[in-house]
């Protein structure tokens, strides 16, 4: 099967859309190796997550033969190319397709990852969620089918955007296989000095915005025993000041380390040390930070209200993302019980098998046939 894949976010996205879109294109062109999956990005731009390309000779990359109207080119342009070179199938991996995708007769279908600018317009303007919602009402209207990455964000689509069931398949997203190797005793050693991390520690990681909710975490370490820090990784944005401001008032600065620009290959190990990770966040589209934790054999509390329990599984805790000592409670428990931190942990890494790169790519490779044969 010939795939073509919208690969913008591939080459230049670090974090989560990127994140999938490596992901999901590693798992096909490895687990199903008749694929030729064909990258379509505005520019072949150097990224040291992309090491993996070199060793799949069914993966092949295509920039737009004009470095003039790039833009266009990606949202109707690329159809044209797409014909050129006789795509059986088009993947959208970010809530969007091309203008004129359907008239081409190339079949397509579309991954949404969350609605969060319905869920919350006003972290992201006027302007940007008109745009948004016109990209991404386009594409689930053309599209064969539309891939949700949980069953939330399908939950959404029908509710907010009145898309018919039956045009929607849940397939979930795996994480990186590196969260599954057990760091050696030196690995964890040169991280933790690294980063002056302390011998024990919470942690949290994620865009630190006002949706993560990371305020909450802070209102809870003052009930939190033993005074245990709490370790962050993640971007800053204007929110890290409003809870900064609430530690330096409670006298809990000390408590808190802030990592930004870890790299990627430390992120094992850090999950690794810490004892409990914590992730509060009001609305995700799955929670991949949550995967990652589970296979590193760290117990997890997330909150309530979205789609983390999905991510977690019946052996993580959730609390209200308003409820700071319920949270606090939570982790005492963990951190006082060695019988029930190791049950998590077991539970945990049973939960996350079901999300290994053999099935869903196998469910990603049945949706892509069942489309080409009833195209």
């Known amino acids: 099967m010939k795939i073509g894949y919208d690969a913008k976010r591939v080459f230049f996205n670090n974090t989560g859309l990127g994140n999938y879109s490596r992901w999901l294109i590693k798992t096909v062109a490895y687990f199903h190796t008749e694929n030729s999956c064909i990258l379509y990005t505005p520019k072949a731009k150097t990224n040291p997550r992309l090491g993996f390309l070199a060793h799949f000779t069914n993966i092949h990359t295509v920039t737009p033969a004009s470095k003039l109207f790039i833009s266009w ?54 302007f940007n969620c008109y745009i948004y919602r016109a990209k991404l009402k386009h594409a689930c209207r053309v599209a064969d089918k539309i891939i949700a990455i949980s069953q939330k964000t399908k939950d959404d689509l029908i509710e907010l955007l009145q898309i018919e069931p039956d045009k929607i398949a849940v ?13 050696t005793a030196a690995q964890k050693a040169a991280v933790k000095l690294k980063y002056n991390l302390p011998d024990k520690y919470l942690l949290s990681v994620g865009t630190i915005e006002e949706r993560k909710n990371l305020l909450l975490i802070a209102k809870a370490l003052q009930d939190i025993d033993n005074s245990l820090p709490l370790v962050v990784v993640g971007k800053t944005t204007k929110y890290i000041d409003e809870v900064t ?28 040390l810490a004892s409990v990770f914590i992730y509060p966040s009001r609305y995700e589209g799955f929670g991949i930070p949550i995967l990652e934790a589970l296979n590193s054999g760290v117990p997890v509390i997330a909150a309530t209200g ?70």
């Open 73 to 126: 080119w990606r949202s109707k342009g690329i159809v044209n190319d797409l014909k050129r070179d006789s795509i059986e199938l088009y993947h959208g991996l970010s809530h969007e397709l091309p203008a004129g995708i359907r008239q081409s007769g190339i079949p397509s279908v579309v991954t949404v990852h969350d609605l969060i600018f319905m869920r919350f317009p006003k972290q992201f303007g006027w």
């Open 171 to 183: 397939i979930y997203q795996g994480c990186d296989v590196a969260f599954d190797v057990a760091q």
């Open 245 to 272: 401001a609430y530690l330096a008032a409670n006298n809990l600065t000390h408590r808190v380390t802030f990592l930004n620009n870890v790299r990627f290959d430390d992120l094992p190990a850090i999950y690794q």
């Open 306 to 375: 979205s789609c983390l329990e999905e991510a977690g599984g019946p052996g993580s805790r959730y609390v209200d993302p308003d409820d700071a000592v319920g949270l606090a409670k939570e982790v005492n428990q963990i951190l006082g019980d060695d019988i029930l931190r190791q049950t998590m942990i077991n539970r945990g890494i049973e939960h996350a098998a079901n999300f290994n790169d053999d099935k869903l790519a196998l469910q990603l490779q049945q949706l892509y046939t069942n489309i080409l044969n009833n195209a």
